[in-house]
């Protein structure tokens, strides 16, 4: 069974950095596709974030310029670099891997394996 653990999550201020991790145990070179969602207290998952097994990259607007996704097979480790955050960043953070997902549906809450979780706190 997949699994997907999250790291790096915490409290900051504004303009502050964040580097979240998300560990596989499994390989990472199965995954095609592999993302970052978010979701703020009453709202829906947002996706923020996916990169594909060639490191295409899919990027919400909001965070464009300020986020940046990667991921390294060889560590099984996806990674969402986080630049000048805001306070509407404010979340828990979600790891999402899938094995067919087209890139269509990258920042689509439509993966198959997920982790649990971590919170970011932006304070102004």
């Known amino acids: 069974q997949v699994q997907l653990v999250e790291s790096g999550g915490g409290s900051v201020e504004a303009g502050g950095s964040l580097t979240l991790s998300c560990e596989a145990s499994?390989?990472?070179?199965?995954?095609?596709?592999m993302g970052w969602f978010r979701q703020a207290p009453g709202m829906e998952r947002e996706g923020v974030a996916a990169?594909?097994?060639?490191?295409?990259?899919r990027v919400t607007d909001s965070v464009k310029g300020r986020f940046t996704v990667s991921r390294d097979d060889a560590k099984n480790t996806l990674y969402l670099q986080m630049n000048n955050l805001k306070p509407e960043d404010t979340a828990v953070y979600y790891c999402a891997a899938d094995h067919f997902l087209p890139s269509q549906s990258w920042l689509l809450p439509k993966y198959t394996y997920w982790g649990q979780g971590t919170q970011v706190t932006v304070s102004s």
């Open positions: 499994t390989s990472t070179y199965d995954f095609y596709a």
């Open positions: 990169i594909g097994r060639l490191s295409t990259t």
